[in-house]
């Protein structure tokens, strides 16, 4: 290793250490301090605006040499209204109920222990993320309001607006008396740092990317701690054959079209063969309307001349664009096992008026989120009432769907007695 | 590869995959069907008890092969009473509740959408264990109750006891309607086996590991799929200036002396000074009457004649066995500190009649369950009314503290409308 690997390496152990040191101070702070420097810290960034922004030039100067789009770059742009976004994001986080130190079970025993479920912190989060720079202050404060210490490593695209968003909760922290290094931005963009800090698990107690596949791939393989993720959000919608084809095509099209680039938008329409001809020409030419491109099996094709013959690929794919794969199945059954077969697990809607099939659907929909009537979309942190999201999960292990205050918490048992022994 | 690595590379594949097949199936068996099958499976096990028998009797002739004590010898072997027990064990699990579907968290949103958190099945269990035949009959039944399917990998030690078991399960399962391969006896000791399924995270959603340390820290260390597990149980017991010495003498002595060589037995005693002396002669004293070895500070041996001075490697080892570490501190911080320094974060305990003593314990100790005057010995699912245990976890992912058939649950989304898009 050359000295500067070593130094890279001595560098994102002591960002590391010093999270755990900090986690262990946070986990004693009050609510309501944590709520002060939410506070305090969204006046610091309405009142630090101009420093924000001075920084924000700086990426924005720098961003076609990263190969950025404009439409990459006008999402990284901030102005005062942005910056006023960030902070009033802020202030609803302090307004959500505190987590830590909620009671989720308690008994009293036969021998008189009192046995108490209480939630803690998880201790310290490794976030990784390629977004705007809202994101980094979003995430600090998700973090800090479930007690937890956290080291963002943001990509080098947004690096001086993050820097200067973290100097100021930072200096706010110090102020209001939240431990030095709660919050860290890692100083270096250099990629191979993300490897170190995975690598880290006797520090970091969970890593959360947030981003490309590619990225979110990268930290899953790499990672020795738990990971909070998904890498996409293959979502399927089913139109039963007791749907009401007026509300399937106001799902369908909202699930596709409100938003295409997101993990819960519908990538694959699945309809019931006995229905498929009127669903085609209602549901699916409402799509085409829209611009959307049709990757459809047979029947699909027959009905709908612009349609592309669909391949197993296509059933397999994300495409975040104006395209859909359409298959028709011979009944829920088989709706079920192709769903099961090719979704990503993230989302998954039935539009039916038949409730016994309804529930045959979400007992055997293997996804984080079964919808029944209503769009893929609906899944998120806000939407679910969770007031904060700092991702979303497909795995079944701790946390599944929005990931919010709650997700990113542990709990312990602390058990009360007079004195008791065991027999 | 050779044929046979490859045989046995293809063996693990198949029973994995037919576990996962086996899980989708299982996630829509009702409780009663599956409460019929542990019930059924309690009866057949009494009515099947020579064939039992006859199996124990190979394990045990081959025993001493394996170079087993007469004291694991004697834990291997089974008579008709212990398994009655094992049946009796089923027919408990029975009559818990039944997690699956039960309703986390419910809500409906302002636009009408009803969210609800629902309890399903985690999947496919791996669990890999080292101990006695009753052992394969809780997993098994664990791990279904809880809409689990299940991959056993049970020592060598009780192939024969074990297989009979599982055989006499499976055709109860036949019986009833539960899956085949719902609960699987993988059929080779072979080491390698262990590490092939450990990769096939694809068809398990956990793996568990319960026996020595070795074990659970290969397993960690080879899975791909997440683990419950603990390494080891360093714990503690504080002795504060404010306990009742009579009661710290009862519940020092239970929680090293009442069963040594188990996770949650005391390893290590901490002793306020002002009130050491005292504390040494009466608590110390009384461990010293047990014939515990006692490895001191400078303080405790200078009280206790035959008491040794303690290495900072004796406050980490956890001895599973007739020795203590006992060291004097200055005050309930120093105790802290010690504590989350040397501990293995299973288990720890506080002696005090001072209220905002025990609250500042509970709150800094960073461990699985703090108790409050009562003995470390009650961290187990029995004891905390879990109804039965499938292993207890020192992680903060997921399950924290014994685990019994809710750790075994995840959950989905299912969110119902009345034809809702997204604005």
Redesign the interface.
């Known amino acids: 290793m050359s000295t500067s690997d070593q130094d890279l390496v001595q560098y994102c152990r002591d960002v590391a250490e010093n999270a755990r040191k900090a986690s ?1 101070q946070l ?2 702070c009050s609510g309501e301090l944590k709520n002060r420097w939410l506070n305090e810290s969204a006046k610091a960034l309405r009142d630090g605006v101009s420093s924000i922004l001075e920084a924000n030039a700086l990426d924005i100067k720098e961003a076609p040499g990263y190969g950025l789009t404009d439409a990459q770059i006008d999402r990284l742009v901030l102005d005062e209204q942005r910056v006023d976004s960030i902070a009033t994001a802020l202030e609803q986080i302090a307004m959500l109920p505190d987590p830590v130190g909620q009671t989720i079970e308690g ?1 009293v ?1 036969p021998n008189g ?1 009192e ?1 108490n479920k209480i939630r ?1 912190p ?2 310290v989060v490794f976030f990784i993320y390629e977004s705007r720079p809202n994101v980094t202050a979003d995430a600090a404060a998700i973090c800090l309001k479930s007690g937890n210490a956290v080291v963002l490593r943001g990509g080098k695209e947004a690096a001086h607006s993050s820097r200067a968003i973290v100097d100021i909760l930072m200096a706010v922290a110090e102020q209001v008396g939240i431990p030095e290094n709660a919050v860290q931005l890692v100083a270096t963009t250099d990629r191979e740092a993300v490897g170190h800090f995975l690598k880290l698990d006797d520090f970091i ?2 890593a959360i990317p947030r981003g490309g596949e590619g990225l979110i791939r990268r930290v899953s393989a790499e990672a020795t701690m ?1 990971v909070i993720k998904h890498f996409d959000g293959n979502c399927h919608v089913y139109v039963d054959k007791d749907a ?1 084809l007026d ?1 399937a095509t ?2 369908v ?3 596709k079209c ?1 938003r295409m680039g997101v993990c819960n938008a519908c990538e694959s329409l699945v309809i019931h063969r006995d229905i498929a001809e009127q669903a085609i020409n209602q549901v699916v030419s409402a799509l085409v309307k829209q611009g959307i491109t049709i990757h459809g099996d047979e029947t699909v094709c027959r009905l709908i001349d612009t349609a592309i013959a669909a391949t197993f690929e296509d059933y397999a794919t994300e495409y975040l664009g104006p395209s859909i794969s359409v298959r028709v199945v011979d009944d829920v059954d088989s709706a079920i096992e192709h769903i ?1 077969r090719y979704s990503s697990r993230h989302t998954e809607a039935i539009v039916t008026s038949n409730i016994v099939t ?1 529930r045959k659907f ?3 929909i ?10 893929t ?3 998120d942190g806000g ?3 969770l007031g904060a999201e700092i991702g979303i999960s497909t795995d ?3 946390a ?2 929005p990931c919010g205050l709650q997700e990113l918490t ?13 027999n």
């Not at 293997?366 to 769009?375: E, F, G, H, L, R």
């Not at 542990?410 to 065991?422: A, C, E, L, W």
């Open positions: 262990a986990q004693l008994s025993r222990l046995i803690v998880l201790g107690d969970v738990p009401c509300m106001a799902i099209v909202n699930a409100q099961n309804a979400v007992a055997a293997d996804s984080s989120a079964v919808m029944i009537n209503a769009s979309r609906f899944n939407e679910f009432g079944k292990f701790h599944r769907g542990s709990y312990k048992y602390i058990v009360t007695g007079n004195g008791q022994i065991r």
